[in-house]
């Protein structure tokens, strides 16, 4: 299809519901980061304060990408997919150690998470390769093998790092967009199905992993020392539980004594805690709506690049959404996966952010909300 002006404002209805999530997180995060920023640098909102200058700059992100024409990313999905391969190797050459896994790139004033940056690389460049080889998108060695080189060669330097769960959750997003764009089932059946084994190999090369697993399915014995590894997940439970059905109201959380970074990867069980089954269902449907809404853009998309692109942009948001509430329910294995616009972060939520702003830019040309005339 051609590539058309804008002829429809920025779709408000994803707009506005992740910048309320985005503001509302700063009451989330100083309700579960308090105690330990008072220990930490003594004083109970210095992380309050880190997290309210990266939502700022998140929003000013996100409004800066709304206004760059989406079709620029085609013609920038290679630099952009090479940038974040040599990021990747920066890490594991250079990179900042941190509990056992060396995931930063330390720039002095600022650390960032190559990993956060590669994941909506791949998903620009697969859109733009998608896009490219639809007319041999069923043929094994030109239309699959391609986009398989990218996606490997992501996880791989992410596995090395290590960093399995971010590695997982970026190798389902990528074989949900090569499903959307029409490749050989077969193909990804066959390819995905070896992806796995060897996925399952590397799960239980660490003991670490190992102990997840084996904790996860009940089959560790009261003496290991692995013992340990279901405590975060017995924390996050029992905030669930005292939660309730209503909460025990805003800054009222126990539990945040108890995890070890509660306004991170556990955020959902302490907001579960504080508001309750009902809160935790009102934020759910927020995603959900922004979802539903994202994948009505990738729809009306104008052509097939924007297609692609914005439902891949919507996919990775739904999987990291799915992962980390079900890793806080105990539905899932404990894995390092944030909720996405809630948990404190640094780049995660500036890349997050730029993401929607370049889906907003596509909901500008799908028509999904007219400009009056």
């Not at 640098?41 to 309210?52: E, N, R, V």
């Not at 190992?210 to 692995?226: E, I, K, V, W, Y």
Request: hydrophobic share 55%.
């Amino acid at each position: 299809m051609d590539k058309l002006n804008n002829k429809g404002h920025i779709d408000w209805f994803v707009l506005l519901p992740i910048a309320a999530l985005m503001l509302f997180s700063s009451s989330f995060v100083y309700s579960a980061s308090a105690v330990k920023s008072a220990i930490d640098f003594g004083a109970s909102d210095t992380l309050l304060w880190k997290h309210i200058l990266r939502i700022g700059l998140g929003i000013f992100f996100m409004i800066t990408f709304a206004k760059i024409d989406y079709h620029h990313w085609e013609k920038w999905a290679k630099p952009t997919m090479l940038l974040g391969l040599l990021l990747l190797f920066l890490v594991l050459v250079i990179g900042k150690t941190y509990n056992g896994a060396t995931r930063w790139l330390d720039f002095g004033l600022f650390n960032i998470q190559p990993a956060e940056f590669a994941k909506f690389a791949l998903v620009i460049n697969l859109a733009a390769m998608l896009n490219a080889k639809q007319a041999v998108i069923k043929d094994l060695e030109k239309g699959f093998v391609p986009l398989l080189v990218w996606i490997g060669a992501t996880c791989a330097l992410i596995a090395m790092q290590p960093n399995f769960s971010t590695m997982m959750v970026i190798f389902i997003i990528a074989f949900m967009m090569l499903f959307i764009g029409n490749t050989n089932v077969l193909h990804i059946i066959t390819t995905g199905g070896i992806g796995l084994v060897f996925a399952g190999i590397y799960a239980v090369s660490a003991d670490y992993r190992m102990q997840r697993l084996l904790s996860f399915f009940g089959m560790n014995d009261s003496t290991s020392a692995a013992q340990n590894e279901n405590y975060q997940l017995d924390q996050a439970l029992i905030a669930l539980g005292n939660g309730g059905l209503t909460g025990l109201g805003p800054g009222q959380n126990r539990q945040s004594n108890f995890l070890p970074e509660p306004y991170g990867d556990f955020i959902f069980s302490i907001i579960g805690e504080e508001y309750g089954f009902i809160g935790l269902v009102v934020i759910l449907l927020v995603f959900a709506w922004v979802f539903y809404r994202g994948f009505k853009i990738a729809k009306n998309a104008p052509d097939n690049f924007g297609y692609f692109l914005s439902a891949g942009i919507v996919l990775t948001f739904a999987v990291y959404v799915f992962v980390n509430a079900g890793v806080n329910t105990g539905l899932l294995p404990t894995t390092g996966v944030p909720m996405p616009f809630i948990s404190y972060g640094g780049t995660a939520v500036l890349f997050n952010a730029a993401a929607i702003g370049i889906l907003l830019n596509v909901s500008a040309q799908s028509n999904v909300y007219l400009k009056k005339k």
